[in-house]
């Protein structure tokens, strides 16, 4: 144990000055060192899993299929679980889930992403799990997600709106706000423009002060905004290309699953017709 949490103090400093490379290596020794001893990996499976689950949200924001080999890794380890057995299992479906979705995502792959979220769907109508608000939260920001970027307008809002109205900030606050953002989104798509209006004032004055939005957030958002201000005299599809343009000059390459899909929906409202 003191083996593993030494290397997790090297991890834990990585993450927090977000060197994701460092970060990797030193989880990867501390998965090592649990695999060598299988006594400790299975009177301690939480342990295991969660070191696991963190290998694998570094994997999903790559275009690495090694990805793959972990996430068949974690849900294999099912087989030798005795103690916290129903705990365990209930984390490795969720969490394995999740990070395929965003695997997909973060790739550009919403054809195979819509498959796998209709196959996530049946899942969650027939499981046994207890699975958290927090849990849920991220899944219906994802569906939402996934949806808009099929131009599903509907199904999209209807998958924002539980998460915004069935639980709380506090349940998932980063994931509630995102989903505020989508939600503004949207509405900009289905061209409710006084409902844009609303909602962006909505959300500047209950998250300013506690939000800071990323760049491609921001610069989106004044974008919608702006159209959303003049619907008729506004060319829609010029205001995108300015912002194409903006995000290509800061070089500001989408390093978050939020960021990459409401990158990839501007490049797809160029791309296709606004």
């Not at 501390?30 to 070191?51: F, G, V």
């Not at 994802?142 to 639980?167: D, P, R, V």
């Not at 606050?173 to 989903?179: E, L, V």
């Amino acid at each position: 144990q003191t083996q593993i949490f030494y290397k997790l103090i090297f991890a834990n400093y990585y993450h927090v000055t977000e060197d994701s490379t460092k970060e990797l290596l030193f989880l990867e020794q501390a998965s090592e060192i649990t695999n060598n001893n299988n006594y400790y990996k299975k009177e301690n499976p939480l342990d295991y899993i969660s070191i696991f689950i963190r290998i694998i949200d570094i994997y999903k924001k790559s275009n690495n299929n090694t990805f793959y080999d972990k996430i068949n890794e974690l849900r294999n380890f099912e087989n030798i679980l005795d103690f916290q057995k129903e705990v365990s299992i209930e984390r490795i479906f969720i969490h394995t889930n999740q990070a395929e979705l965003d695997f997909l995502i973060f790739n550009n792959d919403i054809e195979n992403a819509k498959i796998k979220m209709n196959d996530l769907i049946k899942k969650l109508n027939h499981n046994k799990f207890n699975i958290e608000p927090y849990h849920y939260i991220a899944i219906y920001y994802q569906f939402s997600a996934i949806n808009l970027l099929q131009t599903e307008y509907s199904q999209s809002l209807k998958f924002i709106n539980k998460a915004l109205n069935e639980f709380k900030l506090n349940e998932r606050p980063n994931t509630y706000i995102k989903s505020e953002i989508l939600n503004i989104v949207i509405h900009f798509k289905l061209k409710n423009h006084k409902l844009v209006l609303y909602c962006f004032e909505n959300f500047n004055k209950k998250y300013k002060k506690i939000y800071k939005l990323s760049f491609i957030e921001k610069n989106l958002l004044n974008t919608i905004l702006k159209i959303s201000q003049n619907p008729l005299s506004t060319n829609t599809k010029n205001e995108f290309n300015k912002l194409l343009e903006k995000i290509n000059l800061k070089k500001n390459k989408p390093e978050s699953v939020s960021d990459k899909i409401l990158h990839y929906f501007i490049l797809r409202n160029i791309l296709k017709s606004i």
